[in-house]
Each structure stands twice: as C-alpha cells, then as structure tokens.
C-alpha cells in the first residue's frame, strides 16, 4: 500500500499572544501521492493556518506534521520540506518580489544553489509549458491578474516541488483568469503533482474542468 505524502496528526494550534485560543484542535489527516484534495471552510476556520503547517511555515503546538518522512518539528527539515511543498498565496502581489518575470522564475532556484545553466533550460521550459515565454522581459506589475497568478504558480513549480499547496488560488481573480489558473491545477495533476487547493468554490470548477 501506498505511503501518505503527507500525515498529520492530533495537530492543535494556537498562534503566540491570542490566549491559546485553538484555531486548529486536533486535526488528523493522510493525503497520498498525486491526490488533488480540496480544503474547505467558512472564512476563519483555519484553512490558511492548516495549510501553512503544511510546509513548515508554522510548527504545532501539539501533534505533529510529517511530510515526505520529514517531521516539520524539526529544524534541521525546514529547507528540505520547503524543496518539496510548494505555496501559492491567495495575493499574487504578495508573492512577486522581481522586477521582471524571468527573474521571478530564477529567484527560488537560486535560493536553492541550483547551477545557472540549469536555472536557463528550467526557465524556458516552465514559461513554454505555463504560457509565459513572450512575458519572461515584462516586469510582472504589467500583467493581468491571472497571468500574475500563473507565474507565481511557475515560480513555485520550476523548483519542482512533488506537493503544491494554493491558497485561494482564484479568489480574486475574474472567470477567465480563475478558469486559467484551474486548468493549471488539473495539469499539475496530469503531472502527477500531489495538490492541496484551499477554495470556496470548488465544486463548480471541478465540474467545469472535469477533475
Ligand atoms: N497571524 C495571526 N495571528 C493571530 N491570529 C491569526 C493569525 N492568522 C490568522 N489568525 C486567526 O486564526 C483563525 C483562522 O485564520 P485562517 O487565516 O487560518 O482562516 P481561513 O480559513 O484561511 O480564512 P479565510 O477563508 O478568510 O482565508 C482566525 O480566527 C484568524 O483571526
Ligand atoms: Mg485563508
């Protein structure tokens, strides 16, 4: 039988100064290689908590969080978690930090030491396969909202994570840039990618895109 991806168990939360006010009690849950899960919730139930768990962001209070064998817990893991979870924030201008977007797809490669040559086929690649090559010389302000959100989507996969965690990925986004954004997802699971999509809206672009 297959390995979970991701296991956590009895996990309880509270974030520091809030009177150990839970935000997350006791949560248990197994996600498999190349499951696409949908994480839903009511504003403030603790979605975005719950998924920055998933990559080390945020350590339990109780409980613990192991990824691809590594237990968040422990420090020495974070950078290891980090190469194989990917996070796509609910705000794209929060999450591009470049001036122009082909350095926006070298910036976590180069975090990660990898070799500029290799850094160049994997820049071509990616902008061929998200649709971004004639965009790599535009400084990312110029884009529209869905083209932002996809290439902070290739930012993340170009370093080539085996699990995406996006948070809202199309919530701010109008229907052509949220459709976009969801054939994305259902190619990342073509791709074999293990997704976690945070969304309020999923059963009707799940229907609409035939995950
Ligand atoms: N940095 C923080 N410090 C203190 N409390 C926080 C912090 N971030 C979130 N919270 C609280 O934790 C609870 C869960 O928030 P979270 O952002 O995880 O919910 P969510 O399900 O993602 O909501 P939304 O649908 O609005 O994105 C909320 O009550 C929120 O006020
Ligand atoms: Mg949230």
Redesign the pocket.
């Known amino acids: 039988m297959k390995e979970p991806i991701i296991s956590v168990r009895g996990l309880r939360y509270s974030?520091?100064?809030?009177d150990d006010?839970l935000?997350l009690n006791d949560i248990s849950l197994e996600i498999f290689p190349g499951e696409v899960i949908a994480l839903l919730?009511?504003?403030?139930?603790?979605?975005?908590?719950?998924?920055?768990h998933l990559n080390g962001l945020l350590i339990p209070n109780e409980g613990q969080v192991v990824v691809a064998g590594l237990c968040t817990g422990a420090e020495t893991n974070v950078w290891e978690i980090r190469k194989k979870v990917g996070m796509v924030f609910?705000n794209p201008d929060n999450q591009l930090v470049a001036a122009l977007v082909e350095e926006e797809l070298a910036f976590g490669m180069e975090n990660l030491g990898v070799a500029p040559d290799i850094m160049k086929v994997r820049i071509k690649e990616m902008a061929k396969r998200m649709d971004l090559e004639r965009f790599l010389e535009f400084p990312p302000n110029r884009l529209s909202g869905g083209q932002k959100q996809r290439v902070a989507i290739a930012a993340v996969l170009v370093i080539e994570p085996d699990i995406l965690i996006l948070?809202?990925p199309t919530s701010m986004l109008d229907p052509a840039g949220r459709r976009e954004v969801m054939e994305q997802v259902a190619n990342l699971k073509k791709m074999g990618k293990t997704v976690i999509l945070?969304t309020?809206i999923w059963m009707r672009q799940q229907q609409r895109i035939g995950l």
């Open positions: 974030y520091p100064g809030s006010r935000v919730g009511a504003n403030g139930s603790g979605k975005s908590t719950l998924a920055r609910q948070d809202e945070v309020m």
